[in-house]
């Protein structure tokens, strides 16, 4: 009988059993020798690993350090261009840069908190339009809302990281109360000359003259340029320091050209190289002649990078005035679930203690507020149509409201106490600008339908009846007694017009929790 091949003591490589597997030794020798190839390939592969891990791990503790860094910097504050170390224009840090703070809806519950992270007593009064000079910074924060109570001021509600439309000339400042400062827990020391004593403002009529002389020169016409005036010290420039549309008014109106229609910190026209004669100029729009504001005694400028005033005049404004009537006879209470108040929240249209509401408890939609509600009659009593300033191709669309938004605060409703102190709050965004009702032959040019063109044409009213949303103040927290209620359109004269001395009504208010009664309103200055 002739043997097979399976019985061979040999098999090819490729031989098998006679049932298709390979014998177990073979199986295990050929493992072994697997297994080695593969430790001599990845053994010194596994060895570099090791190596670059060691060699890299130095680069990972820095980058570890940094990123600490940054979180523990994150929402820092400092005082800047100040000539005190305890008051100046405010920077916050984020995302490891320091940016600035725009002065819209900047009041004392932002400085109190400014100052409080600080690590000072208090804040003695905020600034605005870059009081301490321009700001050369981009703005991290704009329009800026504090209950007050916050630790810093990045708990605030504000818009979006970056997100604004203010100018280098928009800067929120502060001046805190106490020259010696606590240890701060969050902040980095303020970037500042050496500690002075704080800055007094003089009439200028008291330390100049009162034959104060005016001109605009640099120009491209007469009625714009950088603004000259002849003092005791002879012709010279205005530092730019914290002048504004309030100090162009009356610019303005002692150089004979009208109105103010911009204001500038500038060296666009010149100026730089002739001698400064006043400086911090700082007028309240009213008076008659440039003698009558405050200024500091000693004219220098106090900003790293110097810039002297500037405005351009018009001959033709626009003018609003609050109709205290329609106030009056339209305020009412309504208390209303928090749920039908969504869309206004994300206007910041309620009291900072709804907000907190809504981070802390699970029914919060339930919840209800109590609001004040009334109609706002806003009549244009000017010569020239009010527009908004921002062009429109930048207006932004609210999806929840449906509506573009032309201005970011149209208008402010405060509730003040017997003090002076503001204890409830509302905040109008600028649903649109149009013309609801005309009188005097006047047509209606303006409508916000079909993202129309938005303004208030003269003799005409934009009318904000008190069933829209955030025509209202929140006064839920607020106790039964005597108050001020406070109705101010175009409150940071955004828009120039003719005067701001009609742009707020001032109204005594008695809230009885069940019932209000707002009366015997006047128009002043917001």
């Known amino acids: 009988m002739v043997t097979t091949g399976a019985t061979s003591g040999y098999r090819g490589r490729g031989s098998r059993t006679s049932n298709g597997r390979r014998p177990a030794a073979e199986v295990l020798m050929a493992l072994s020798v697997l297994a080695l190839g593969l430790l001599s390939l990845l053994g010194p592969t596994a060895d570099c690993r090791r190596a670059d891990k060691r060699r890299h791990h130095w680069k990972v503790n820095v980058i570890k350090n940094h990123l600490k860094n940054h979180k523990s910097l994150e929402g ?5 261009d100040g000539e005190s170390e305890y008051e100046g224009n405010v920077e916050i840090m984020h995302l490891g840069k320091w940016g600035a703070i725009c002065d819209d809806e900047w009041d004392s519950r932002e400085g109190q908190v400014v100052c409080r992270q600080l690590g000072y007593n208090g804040t003695s009064r905020v600034t605005h339009s870059s009081h301490f000079g321009q700001t050369a910074r981009m703005y991290w924060m704009d329009n800026t809302q504090c209950g007050g109570q916050e630790l810093e001021i990045s708990e605030c509600r504000f818009d979006s990281w970056g997100e604004n439309d203010c100018d280098p000339s928009e800067a929120a400042g502060v001046v805190c109360d106490s020259p010696e400062p606590e240890k701060p827990k969050y902040s980095v020391p303020s970037v500042t000359v050496a500690p002075k004593k704080a800055t007094r403002k003089y009439r200028i009529k008291d330390t100049s003259g009162s034959d104060i002389e005016l001109r605009l020169a640099g120009g491209r016409t007469s009625e714009e340029g950088r603004v000259e005036a002849k003092t005791n010290d002879g012709w010279g420039v205005i530092c730019g320091d914290g002048f504004g549309v309030l100090e162009a008014l009356v610019v303005c109106r002692s150089v004979g050209l009208g109105y103010a229609a911009a204001a500038f910190q500038t060296d666009r026209f010149g100026g730089l190289d002739l001698p400064v004669v006043l400086s911090a100029v700082e007028c309240a729009g009213n008076e008659s002649s440039l003698a009558g504001c405050y200024h500091q005694h000693k004219a220098t400028c106090s900003t790293r990078k110097e810039t002297v005033a500037a405005v351009v005049c018009a001959r033709e404004m626009a003018d609003l005035a609050v109709n205290t009537d329609e106030l009056t006879r339209s305020a009412y209470l309504e208390d209303r679930q928090m749920y039908f108040l969504q869309c206004a929240m994300e206007e910041n249209c309620l009291a900072s203690s709804a907000y907190q509401l809504r981070r802390d408890e699970t029914d919060w939609h339930l919840i209800t507020r109590r609001l004040l509600r009334f109609t706002a009659k806003i009549t244009n009593v000017g010569t020239s149509p009010f527009r908004p300033a921002v062009p429109k191709h930048l207006w932004q669309f609210h999806q929840c409201h449906m509506h573009y938004h032309s201005m970011e605060v149209f208008a402010t409703f405060d509730v003040l106490d017997g003090g002076g102190m503001k204890v409830a709050e509302g905040h109008k965004a600028s649903f649109c600008l149009e013309d609801n009702q005309c009188t005097d032959g006047a047509r209606p ?13 003269v003799n005409c009213s934009d009318i904000y009846r ?24 175009n409150p940071e004269h955004k828009i120039p017009e003719m005067t701001y001395a009609n742009n707020a009504a001032v109204c005594s208010m008695f809230y009885s929790e069940t019932f209000v009664k707002i009366h015997d309103c006047v128009l002043q200055a917001p």
Do not use: E
């Not at 040019?445 to 044409?457: P, R």
């Open 76 to 80: 820092m504050v400092r005082l800047v």
């Open 445 to 457: 040019a303006f409508a916000c339908a079909d993202y129309g063109d938005q303004g208030i044409s």
């Open 466 to 489: 008190h069933n829209i949303d955030c025509q209202w103040v929140d006064v839920t927290d607020l106790n039964p007694g005597l108050y001020t209620l406070k109705v101010s359109v």
